[in-house]
């Protein structure tokens, strides 16, 4: 019996990062633009979904893959806008995983124009998985606090947008829309920041737009 | 709270690296962890202690190596480890930094037990 000592070198998430690396493939060549909405719990993804859906389905498209630990909830809120909607409950676990998009990949229909996918709400461990998408987005309500870009900055350092969610509600608490932007410029500038209210509609046009735009993009660039 | 999922992952590589070298034990595991991971070592470790139970990794010591967080200045191209957090740049105070170290998730090395290489001709006969 001898000892060996091997260099390894391979990243733990290696497997992750290739299956993702296939989706973001497939769906480039489908022409779906992909988006993984992330944020901690009641921050907002799902009514912000509901406002989308409502702007963009004459239009376009949608499908929407819901990760939650439990119930079909959320999937069943987005159904009744008229949009697909596959729910993947995680029973426990707190991200959403690469390979869990790949398995209801095949069931999304190819002819789509926008797909969501809408994280386990956790702000700390989906940061650390690629889903193949085109475009990351961090939700920061505002009754969560205008601090937690330092806080948490996996996440906004993996993101491509910050989208402020409540801004109806800022009136009546200490959170500064403004501060929690520097905040999160200041861990990744370039960051592209919307501020909006998804119950009242104020913002939401101009977010719709830059996913449109950013569809457009991703076309040209197949094209 | 994803450590275990990690520690799966990690899992599938020793094992694959073990069959690779005909190896008969993992004793040794070493990680590089960045600051920026979004991973605690300690939970880190727990996983891997519950997980390594009757695999070939049973008895193997897990060693892991935090890696700080390091910046570069993209305006100054000053660089230097980020001991504030702050994300920003000691020399010019420029918000505009690049992280080059830190956010590294590795599985470094790993030691193993291998079988003595078969004797050559001229070696100890077998009987």
């Known amino acids: ?223 | 709270m994803h450590e275990l999922s990690l520690v799966a992952g990690l899992f599938d590589t020793l094992e694959e690296t073990a069959r690779e070298h005909r190896a008969r034990k993992i004793t040794l595991v070493r990680l590089k962890v960045g600051k920026l991971a979004g991973v605690v070592p300690g939970l880190l470790e727990s996983a891997f202690d519950t997980y390594k139970k009757g695999t070939i990794a049973g008895e193997a010591r897990l060693e892991i190596e935090e890696v700080p967080v390091r910046l570069r200045c993209r305006d100054c191209g000053g660089g230097r480890l980020d001991e504030t957090g702050d994300f920003a740049c000691l020399a010019c105070g420029g918000r505009n930094v690049e992280i080059i170290e830190g956010r590294e998730l590795i599985v470094e090395r790993i030691e193993l037990e291998v079988e003595e290489p078969e004797p050559g001709p001229g070696g100890p006969a077998s009987t």
């Not at chain 1, 000892?3 to 022409?31: P, S, W």
């Not at chain 1, 996440?155 to 969610?165: G, R, V």
């Not at chain 1, 990744?188 to 735009?213: C, H, I, M, N, W």
Request: overall charge neutral.
């Open chain 1, 1 to 223: 019996m001898s000892t060996k000592d091997v260099l390894v070198l391979r990243d733990l998430l290696a497997t992750n990062k290739q299956a993702a690396a296939a989706i973001r493939k497939e769906l480039r060549a489908r022409g779906i633009l992909a988006v993984n909405l992330l944020s901690s719990p009641g921050s907002g993804k799902t009514t912000l979904l509901e406002a989308l859906a409502e702007r963009l389905r004459d239009r376009y498209r949608l499908a929407v893959i819901e990760g939650d630990i439990e119930t079909e909830r959320d999937a069943e809120r987005i159904r009744a806008k008229g949009i697909p909607a596959w729910q993947i409950t995680t029973g426990g676990a707190c991200h959403l995983e690469a390979r869990m998009i790949g398995k209801v990949l095949g069931e999304v229909p190819a002819a789509i124009d926008f797909l969501f996918i809408e994280n386990v709400g956790n702000l700390v461990c989906p940061a650390g998985y690629d889903l193949g998408e085109e475009l990351r987005c961090v939700l920061l309500s505002s009754p969560e606090g205008d601090d937690k870009p330092a806080k948490y900055p996996q996440a906004f350092l993996t993101a491509d947008c910050l989208i402020l969610t409540k801004s109806d509600l800022v009136p009546y608490l200490p959170f500064d829309p403004a501060k929690a932007a520097a905040e999160a410029l200041s861990i990744k500038p370039g960051l592209r920041v919307f501020t909006l209210s998804a119950l009242r509609g104020d913002g939401v046009d101009e977010l719709a737009a830059f996913f449109v735009e950013a569809l457009e993009r991703l076309r040209s660039v197949r094209a």
